[in-house]
């Protein structure tokens, strides 16, 4: 077989497909801007993964002569519908390719807070990924507050590195966190087994049904926060607040290449073909829903590119994986009662410092960057983009190369080899 398939992302997905893809007897380029491959799910490179799957796949990538790796390879954009831009080691490269597949992964959902720009204040998977890359935290005090299940997996994370964590705070009530687990425990046997674990593990550490976030507190850098919880206030005091109200699929690259996006995710069939014919996208980018979704999509979609059909296992594990999606959104989608902690002073854009206040006479996103330039910092609206849609309701529908910062020289080396 002499087809080339090109992966956008090392995560769970972009390495099941590349495994998939090299099976097949394809060739492969896989193209990711992380040092280690594994992506925030499999994050720390081989030498920490616990996760066979990930170890497997990457044994069959290593030393594989159909098998080209890119990484700390940023993807900034495309030249035309079939060439990608991507920066690494200081210049800029045309990349084209015939089929694509686009596993991009998610980001953090931030929603603003008095405090949250302090030093200290991260997202649960930010703080996760620190802890993962060796930032220090053994002996200094933790809180996690916000929503879903990653707030129990970070706690996790920094227990076991030595943190001391003061309180985990959920903002879903302990009647709403019931009926999750019970449809864990009719459906998804092995879901329930592994949050069992977690609260097994974390015994003893106080865990806060029902409380919102008050504020972060400090001076230069963060010294606690206070939360609120059966109509009290509670204050603990920090080192680290790690704030998340659950994921974002990343859905630039695909807006860029005029994939159709629903809902703010990348729209795709049973054999996870975008709208494009030469496109496919598979984990968290085409929706939330964890690790084994993001495996089997990543298959069918290698699969699918290269003109075979799906495995038996596949198809059952992606309407499993689905199913426990459905679950997941239902219970953990932020509430609105959330908006209530960005009063207007609050800042909402960080890299412009845009309060809430600026913003509430504009009528769309596009009418609030031209006045207040909410969205147009180095973050490009990646993260205040998605904070507005949740404060109003806003369509975030940018999608313009570059996608991110990028160097004057990388672009020049783009430029230059477009005109040779």
């Not at 994370?157 to 966190?177: F, K, N």
Request: proline fraction near 5%; charge should be positive; include cysteine.
């Amino acid at each position: 077989m002499n087809k080339v398939l090109h992966i956008v992302g090392s995560g769970p997905a972009g390495l099941s497909a590349a495994r998939t893809a090299l099976d097949a007897g394809a060739r492969i380029c896989l193209i990711d801007d992380n040092h280690a491959p594994g992506g925030q799910i499999w994050r720390g490179g081989p030498a920490r993964w616990t996760d066979a799957r990930a170890r497997d796949a990457w044994n069959t990538l290593r030393g594989h002569p159909g098998c080209t790796v890119m990484q700390d390879a940023q993807v900034i954009g495309c030249v035309d519908g079939s060439t990608l831009l991507v920066e690494t080691g200081g210049r800029g490269v045309a990349v084209p390719f015939e089929r694509l597949v686009l596993c991009a992964g998610s980001r953090e959902l931030t929603l603003p807070f008095p405090g949250w720009t302090l030093p200290g204040v991260t997202g649960a998977g930010g703080l996760q990924a620190l802890i993962k890359g060796g930032m220090p935290v053994c002996g200094r005090h933790v809180v996690i507050a916000g929503t879903g299940p990653l707030l129990l997996a970070t706690a996790s994370t920094a227990l076991r590195a030595g943190a001391q964590v003061a309180a985990i705070v959920e903002h879903q009530s302990w009647s709403r966190l019931s009926a999750f687990g019970f449809g864990l425990l009719s459906r998804h046997g092995k879901k329930f087994l592994q949050a069992a674990s977690l609260f097994a593990e974390l015994r003893g550490i106080p865990y806060v049904t029902g409380a919102q976030l008050v504020e972060a507190q400090g001076d230069d850098v963060l010294r606690g926060v206070v939360v609120r919880a059966g109509g009290k206030d509670i204050r603990y005091a920090c080192d680290f607040l790690a704030a998340g109200f659950g994921l974002v699929p990343n859905t630039d690259l695909a807006r860029a290449l005029q994939c159709e996006v629903v809902d703010g995710a990348i729209r795709v069939d049973d054999a996870q073909r975008t709208s494009r014919a030469d496109i496919w996208a598979a984990g968290e980018c085409t929706g939330i829903g964890g690790v084994d979704k993001a495996v089997a999509e990543g298959r069918i979609a290698a699969l699918d590119a290269l003109g075979l059909a799906p495995s038996g296992r596949d198809l059952p594990l992606r309407r499993a994986s689905h199913a426990f999606a459905a679950l997941l959104a239902r219970t953990f989608a932020p509430a609105p009662s959330l908006r209530a902690m960005c009063g207007p002073e609050t800042i909402v854009c960080r890299c412009e410092d845009v309060t809430r206040a600026r913003l509430l006479p504009h009528r769309d996103w596009r009418e609030a960057k031209l006045a207040t330039r909410v969205g147009m910092g180095p973050c490009q609206g990646k993260t205040c983009g998605a904070a507005c849609a949740f404060l109003f309701g806003w369509s975030h529908e940018d999608a313009r190369t570059p996608l991110m910062p990028a160097t004057a020289r990388a672009l020049s080396d783009i430029a230059n080899e477009g005109e040779a």
